[in-house]
C-alpha cells in the first residue's frame, strides 16, 4: 500500500455548486434563484413564521388565557397527612422544617394547609397558609395554629 491508493471514504466529498460561472456552466445567469423577487436579491433573509403573505398561523388562531403575575402557589398537605406524620414521628408540633425532613415540601415550597381527613392528635401546626375548615379541624382537638411568614415573599412584595 502507498499513498497514491488512498482515497477518501464513500459519501464523505462532495463537489460544491460553483454558482454564477458563465452560461455554460448551467449555472450562470439568475445563478438558481430565480426571476426577480426578495429572494433573488442579497441580503434577504426570510422573517420567523412568514408564510409568503399569507396571514401567518400565529396571527390565525384566538388569543386566549392569561397568568397572574404576582400569583402565589402553595404545596397543598392534608390534616390526614399532619395525622400520619405525627403518629409516625410521636411529634406535638410540626412546622415547616419537619415537613422539609420528611420530603413532603422543598425548600422553596409555601405550605397551605387543607381539611381533608380527620386528626386525632393534638398538635401545634406551623405553615405559610390554613384552610378556614383546617383551623376549625386543629382548634377542635384542642391544637393550634401559626401563619408563618415567608421571608423572600415578603421582601419582593416591598420592592
Known amino acids: 500500500m502507498d499513498l497514491s491508493n488512498l482515497k477518501p471514504a464513500f459519501g464523505s466529498t462532495h463537489h460544491d455548486k460553483r454558482l454564477g460561472r458563465g452560461e455554460g456552466s448551467g449555472r450562470g445567469g439568475t445563478s438558481t434563484r ?3 423577487g426578495a429572494k433573488a436579491r442579497s441580503g ?9 403573505g399569507q396571514m401567518p398561523l400565529q396571527r390565525r388562531l384566538p388569543k386566549f388565557g392569561f397568568k397572574c ?5 402553595y404545596k ?6 399532619l ?16 415537613l422539609r425532613e420528611c420530603g413532603m415540601a422543598s425548600k422553596n415550597d409555601l405550605v397551605k394547609i387543607l381539611a381533608d381527613g380527620e386528626l386525632k392528635a ?8 390554613f384552610s378556614k ?11 393550634s395554629t401559626e401563619v408563618v411568614k415567608n421571608s423572600k415573599k415578603v421582601e419582593t412584595a416591598e420592592n
Open 34 to 36: 430565480g426571476h426577480k
Open 44 to 52: 434577504y433573509k426570510q422573517k420567523f413564521g412568514f408564510e409568503g
Open 69 to 73: 403575575p404576582n400569583r402565589v402557589e
Open 76 to 81: 397543598a398537605i392534608n390534616i390526614s397527612t
Open 83 to 98: 395525622q400520619a406524620l405525627a403518629e409516625k414521628n410521636n411529634l406535638q408540633e410540626i412546622n415547616i422544617q419537619v
Open 122 to 129: 393534638k398538635l401545634t401546626v406551623k405553615a405559610h397558609a
Open 133 to 143: 375548615k383546617a383551623v376549625e379541624a386543629i382548634e377542635a382537638v384542642g391544637g
